[in-house]
């Protein structure tokens, strides 16, 4: 694999051991995940043991070792959210993608996430669907932007934009 | 670089910094017209970015009426639920929910004509009378907006705009004629306690780091807002970047430090974006970096991610997070003002707290004490959400009651159902029953009541929302989060979300109460940080206030706000039913039977009580029981 961008990130933070954190941002948007390559070169230039690293990459709920869907939905579940009837939406999509939080869709298509609060909570219950927030939301709302994502697989119609 | 005039310089002296911003305020005066759009997160999630795209196409078209005319895309004014939101200034005309179709008729009747447009404006609930004014909406009349009013003021991007409203000016008189130690008997003086929830007195903290023996220190600006429901702090490092780095340089001014770090979770990229941007542009003018403003001071900050994890927002977890590591807590023996960041002296403040600092620093502490109760001075944002009309971002003063609050600013229940509670402090926090709504708003009056202040967040709850379900959702979160260090905190949440489980799905028998309270007390008093130890209260305050709700869980197997799956039947009334069939399409299990225009009917073991037919229905026929 190439690991050219992962040496620029990490030159970006001026090789510091602190900006650990942020590398690893840098790193997964590069690769939608963290994959074990870079992680052995981020070990090496910052002079971390691996283990270390691994540690880090497992305790923060942002990182994923395993590579991430096409599209990416995440629900909030923040307590605004929540009381807004938010569980409802994440069981159906539970339902209709049949995965739980953090993980994705056979297909490679859908990853779903659950976090704990968006900020966006006057206009709750709300989901956030390739960085774009969507406000008010239902299971059946929900349920349907799903399904044109799963649909325009076949018709070609939904296209990450 | 975005949003910086080609007039930039480095700022070297105060006198240079007056000057700058009479240029600004000469080149603002020639605007004949100011259309702000927000930009905050929330109505960004309405929109408003095709709003804000609309407006610059149809001004590239020409000019309108002569008028030199400036679009602003600016921060959160906090009425999110109205979102987008457009204010046309100088006139002051505040549009709500704005679409892009509005565009055209915004530019030609009220900007070219100076005509109102009367579907954009706010109607009065009571009255049913538009307003025209922001100030007027029962919403912002009963706020006192000292630190919200400058996000609608300004462009976050553009370090311009906060030149424009007296931005960096206390920096200015700080570093010109005030020494280090007036600084922290002024802000002593003005009795601004932490924001953040535990309200530490901010003076008296910065006091303890200036005295903590090292020549080493370091400042931070949490945004690490974890507690779900509270978004004040994205807002204000969002909307007014520059007001939080002003108030860490007066900070780091006072008590000696040359080197700051903003910590922003993970969730606000906005957040994250507009602070390094700020801060760019702030050591470009000059304002971080060596010898500010001539004055021999020398103080930078960096920006460090967070990485989803709750238990950041607790100091010494953050500090952990900063320096790399696995955000662990650590017994607090020792704080963080004498050994922190690389166990060198660090003061931690709460993005609010330093927004206040400027402001304080502008008016004088007399000024700032003035406001509020005995014990709890100046104002707090609070994120009013949940079961309530009017949501979004509130200012006010200490010592308000919560009714005023949810029912003066808020403008009481959603949909008819009646309110019976608050939530404030987060997963620390409480709930707070409606008798007891006359409490004043401060740090002590809500601790008293068995809640807390917290960082801010204040979540409205109906005869909708089930108190067992709320303490449930609030232990699970904290067993998601807790880190796993202490035992009493990682196996008691994971035990009392056990018996909160058994309770919703009609499990729980005489002994389940008792039980409960009994861990929920050992896990408050054995925990090593905050977490744990505050983790029990959102039990024991619904115990304490809605002790009833648990039993009826417990001893007659049903959920009285029909919320706890296992315990509930969906039904259509057959009188209600019109039979056009919505449910039955909309449902994803088919389970609803019926013909077109003859009732319908659920099968209740096929349906999953998604409630996608109770939210299609327009007749209000689904039941829930």
Not at chain 2, 203 to 227: F, H, L, R, S, V
């Amino acid at each position: 694999m190439n690991l050219r961008p992962v040496n620029s990130i990490i030159e970006r933070y001026g090789g510091k051991r602190t900006a650990l954190i942020n590398i690893l941002h840098d790193v997964q948007d590069q690769y939608s995940h963290l994959p074990k390559e870079a992680l052995k070169t981020v070990a090496q230039k910052l002079r971390i043991d691996l283990p270390d690293i691994y540690g880090v990459a497992t305790f923060y709920k942002s990182f994923s070792l395993i590579p991430k869907g096409k599209h990416s939905l995440t629900l909030c579940h923040g307590t605004a959210c929540h009381v807004r009837e938010g569980v409802k939406i994440l069981r159906e999509i539970k339902r209709r993608l049949n995965i739980e939080p953090g993980q994705t869709t056979g297909d490679g298509q859908i990853s779903l996430n659950v976090v704990n609060c968006l900020g966006v909570c006057a206009i709750g219950p709300v989901m956030v669907l390739d960085g774009k927030f969507y406000g008010e939301m239902n299971a059946l709302k929900a349920r349907k932007m799903v399904e044109k994502i799963l649909n325009g697989r076949d018709g070609g119609k939904y296209e990450k934009n | 670089m975005e949003g910086m005039g080609e007039n930039m310089r480095k700022i070297k002296s105060v006198s240079q910094l007056e000057g700058w911003r009479e240029q600004i305020l000469a080149r603002l005066k020639e605007s004949e017209t100011t259309i702000s759009v927000c930009g905050g997160t929330g109505c960004q999630a309405y929109g408003c970015q095709k709003v804000k795209k609309a407006f610059q196409k149809e001004l590239s078209k020409g000019k309108i009426n002569n008028k030199k005319i400036t679009l602003k895309y600016t921060g959160c004014p906090g009425f999110c639920e109205r979102g987008p939101l457009v204010t046309i200034l100088p006139d002051n005309i505040f549009y709500q929910r704005v679409k892009v179709e509005d565009v055209p008729q915004i530019l030609s009747e009220t900007v070219h004509h100076g005509r109102k447009i009367d579907h954009l404006l706010f109607e009065d609930p009571d009255l049913h009378k538009k307003i025209l004014f922001a100030q007027d909406i029962p919403f912002y009349r009963a706020q006192k907006r000292l630190l919200l009013s400058k996000n609608d003021l300004i462009d976050p991007t553009r370090i311009e705009d906060y030149i424009a409203i007296d931005g960096y000016q206390s920096l200015a008189k700080v570093l010109s004629r005030i020494q280090p130690e007036e600084i922290i008997e002024e802000i002593k003086a003005s009795g601004l306690r932490g924001r953040g929830g535990a309200g530490y007195p901010t003076g008296k903290k910065w006091e303890n780091c200036k005295q903590a023996p090292g020549d080493t220190k370091y400042i931070i600006c949490n945004c690490d807002e974890g507690d779900p429901g509270a978004f004040m702090d994205r807002s204000l490092l969002e909307g007014n970047p520059h007001s939080i780095l002003e108030g860490m340089l007066i900070g780091a001014y006072a008590i000696g430090a040359k080197q700051g770090f903003i910590y922003v979770r993970q969730e606000y990229p906005l957040a994250y974006q507009n602070a390094e941007r700020a801060i760019t542009q702030a050591r470009r003018a000059g304002f971080l970096g060596k010898n500010i403003l001539g004055s021999g001071f020398d103080f930078d900050v960096d920006t460090a991610r967070g990485g989803g994890a709750f238990i950041c927002g607790e100091s010494t977890a953050l500090i952990a997070s900063i320096e790399g590591r696995v955000g662990e807590p650590r017994s607090k023996q020792v704080h963080t003002v004498s050994q922190g960041l690389w166990e060198k002296p660090t003061n931690i403040n709460n993005v609010e707290t330093w927004a206040n600092v400027p402001l304080i620093v502008e008016k004088g502490s007399q000024w700032f004490s003035s406001i509020g109760t005995e014990k709890s001075k100046g104002t707090k944002i609070f994120s009013l959400v949940g079961k309530v009309k009017n949501t979004g971002l509130v200012e006010v003063p200490m010592g308000i009651t919560l009714r005023e609050i949810i029912f003066d600013i808020g403008g009481g229940p959603q949909n008819g159902k009646a309110i019976k509670a608050v939530q404030t402090g987060g997963p620390s926090g409480g709930c707070i029953p409606a008798s007891l709504f006359d409490l004043p708003v401060d740090y002590d009056s809500l601790t008293r009541a068995g809640s807390m202040m917290g960082s801010g967040g204040m979540i409205v709850m109906d005869e909708g929302t089930c108190m067992v379900d709320v303490a449930k959702y609030f232990v699970h979160f904290l067993k998601e989060e807790s880190c796993g260090k202490c035992l009493p905190c990682r196996e008691g949440l994971k035990r009392m979300g056990e018996i909160l489980d058994g309770i919703t799905e009609g499990k729980g028998n005489g002994e389940t109460l008792p039980l409960l309270e009994e861990l929920a007390n050992v896990v408050a008093d054995a925990s090593l940080c905050g977490l744990g130890k505050s983790a029990p209260n959102p039990i024991l305050s619904g115990l304490k206030y809605f002790r009833p709700e648990f039993e009826d869980h417990v001893y007659r197997k049903r959920c009285p706000a029909a919320v706890c799956t296992p315990l509930i039947q969906y039904s259509i009334s057959g009188t209600d039913c019109t039979g056009c069939g919505a449910c039955k399409k909309a449902c994803p299990a088919q389970a609803i039977e019926g013909e077109r225009k003859q009732s319908h009917w659920i099968l209740p073991e096929l349906c999953t009580k998604c409630g996608s037919c109770r939210d299609v229905c327009k007749t209000q026929a689904v039941r829930v029981q």
